[in-house]
C-alpha cells in the first residue's frame, strides 16, 4: 500500500549530518521509501493513505549496532558485591563472572532464552529501536551458541525488528578449556564456525582481542575461517589496552571495531582506509569507571564513521536504552547531537553492512523511521531518560509496541 506521511520535518541523517527538510512529505510504496523531500515539491501521490505527523520530527528508526541481547541470568549481586569492596578477581575466582553468564545460559533453555531477550528487545523498539544486532558468546561451545543465534533469528521473525546475529565464539575461554586457549581458537574455526554458519545462523563473526581474551594471533585464524566461509568479520578491541587489533580488524576490511578507548592514530588511519566504522560504546567505559577516553578527534580527523551502541549485557554494561547512549557519547566522548544520532542510524547501519538499505531518510531505503513530539533533533541526546512521546514505523507500517505480546 502506498501512504503520504505528511505534517513533518525529516532530518533524513544523509551524508551523517542532520539533512534536514522542513515541512517534509515522505511516500513510502509498501515497505519501501519511494520519495522524500519538502511538501511543496512532492509529486502528486493519487490514491493513497494520507498520515498526519502532526508536526514530529522524523528521523530514520534507530539503530542499536552492538548487543548481546541473549543471556541466562544477570549480574547484578556481582555489581552489588563490587561497590562493597569485593574485587573482581575474588568473584571470578570462585566462578562469578562472565562464568556465571555462561553457565546460566548454557542451564538455560531456548525458550527461556527467547523470553528475555525479547522483554529487552521490546524496551530497545519502544524508544524507536528498528534494527539491531545481537552477539553469541555465552555458550561457547557449539550446541549453546547454536542455542543463542537461534533465538537471536527467532526474534527476527517474532518482532517487527530487523535482527543480524554475530557469532562471538571467541569471546572468552569456556571452563573445559582452561589454559588451552589455541585448542578452544581450533575448535572454534573447525567446527564451530563451519556448522553454524552452515545452519543459516552467522551474519557476522567477532571476536574479543585483549590481553584477558585472545591474541592478534589468535583472532586471525579466527578471520581468516570466517574468510574463507565468506562472512563479514566484526571485533571488540582496544577496549583495555592497544593491541592494534583495530588495524588487524581493517586489514580483513571489518564491518566495525568497537570499545577503542586505547587505539592509535595508526589504527585510526588503517581503519579509515578500509571503510571500518568505529563502534563506540559508553556504557561500558561508565559502568567500568574507565578514564582513557577513545580518542574522538583522531577518528574525526581520518573521517572514521563513528558509531554509538548500547553493548547490553549482563557484565559491563547492563544498559536497557540506546537514547541514553546518545546522551553518554555527548557528555562523556564529546560528541555533537549531531554525531551521536548519526551513530545509531546511518553509522550504526554501515557497522552491520545495512547501509545500502538502512540508517537514512532516503528514497529507495526501508521505510523504517521515527516521528517524535519534540521542538529539535538535539533533543533525542539532551533528555536523561523518560519516555519521549514516538510513533514508529517498520517496513512503511506503524506498529504499537505495547501491544506486542
Not at 590481553?211 to 592478534?216: E, K, Q, Y
Not at 595508526?266 to 578500509?274: F, G, L
Not at 567500568?288 to 558509531?307: F, G, M, S
Request: aromatic fraction near 6%; charge should be negative; proline fraction near 4%.
Amino acid at each position: 500500500m502506498k501512504k503520504r506521511w505528511q505534517h513533518c520535518h525529516a532530518a533524513t541523517m544523509a551524508g551523517g549530518k542532520y539533512s534536514v527538510i522542513e515541512d517534509a512529505v515522505i511516500l513510502t510504496d509498501g515497505a519501501r521509501i519511494e520519495w522524500i523531500g519538502p511538501r511543496a515539491a512532492a509529486p502528486e501521490s493519487g490514491d493513497c493513505e494520507r498520515v498526519d505527523l502532526d508536526g514530529a520530527w522524523v528521523t530514520p528508526g534507530l539503530i542499536d549496532c552492538h548487543t548481546h541481547l541473549v543471556f541466562g541470568g544477570d549480574r547484578s549481586g556481582e555489581f552489588e558485591e563490587r561497590l562493597q569492596g569485593v574485587s573482581y578477581a575474588e568473584i571470578a575466582a570462585r566462578g562469578g563472572g562472565i562464568a556465571s553468564t555462561v553457565r546460566a545460559t548454557r542451564e538455560a533453555s531456548e525458550d527461556a532464552l527467547f523470553d528475555t531477550a525479547k522483554a529487552r528487545a521490546l524496551g530497545l523498539m519502544r524508544e524507536g529501536v528498528t534494527a539491531l544486532e545481537v552477539k553469541s558468546g555465552y555458550g561457547l561451545d557449539l550446541a549453546n551458541e547454536r542455542k543463542m543465534l537461534a533465538v537471536a533469528r527467532r526474534l527476527g521473525e517474532a518482532l517487527p525488528l530487523t535482527v543480524r546475529a554475530t557469532c562471538l565464539a571467541a569471546h572468552a575461554l569456556p571452563p573445559e578449556y582452561a589454559n588451552r586457549a589455541d585448542d578452544y581458537i581450533a575448535y572454534v574455526c573447525d567446527e564451530m564456525l563451519p556448522a553454524l554458519v552452515a545452519d543459516g545462523l552467522v551474519d557476522a563473526v567477532d571476536a574479543f582481542c585483549e590481553h584477558i581474551a585472545f591474541s592478534t594471533q589468535q583472532v586471525e585464524r579466527v578471520f581468516r575461517c570466517a574468510r574463507d566461509l565468506g562472512v563479514p568479520v566484526k571485533l571488540h578491541a582496544e577496549q583495555l589496552s592497544s593491541l592494534h587489533g583495530s588495524t588487524l580488524a581493517a586489514r580483513y576490511r571489518a564491518l566495525s571495531a568497537d570499545h577503542l578507548e586505547y587505539m592509535t592514530e595508526d589504527d585510526a588511519i588503517a581503519m579509515a582506509q578500509a571503510g571500518t566504522v568505529a563502534v563506540l560504546l559508553p556504557g561500558a567505559f561508565y559502568m567500568l569507571r574507565e578514564t582513557q577516553l577513545p580518542p574522538i578527534d583522531a577518528l574525526r580527523r581520518h573521517h572514521v564513521p563513528i558509531a554509538l551502541a548500547s553493548d547490553l549485557n549482563p557484565g559491563t554494561s547492563p544498559a536497557l536504552s540506546l537514547r541514553m547512549m546518545l546522551n553518554m557519547g555527548c557528555t562523556l566522548f564529546r560528541m555533537t547531537p549531531e554525531e551521536a544520532l548519526a551513530g545509531v542510524t546511518i553509522h550504526a547501519a554501515k557497522a552491520l553492512g545495512l547501509q545500502s538499505t538502512h540508517g537514512s531518510l532516503e528514497a529507495g531505503k526501508a521505510a523504517d523511521f521515527v516521528a517524535w513530539r519534540i521542538g529539535r533533533p538535539a533533543e533525542l541526546s539532551y533528555w536523561l531518560g523518560g519516555a519521549l512521546p514516538n510513533r514508529v514505523v517498520r517496513g512503511g507500517v506503524e506498529i504499537d509496541v505495547a501491544r506486542i505480546a
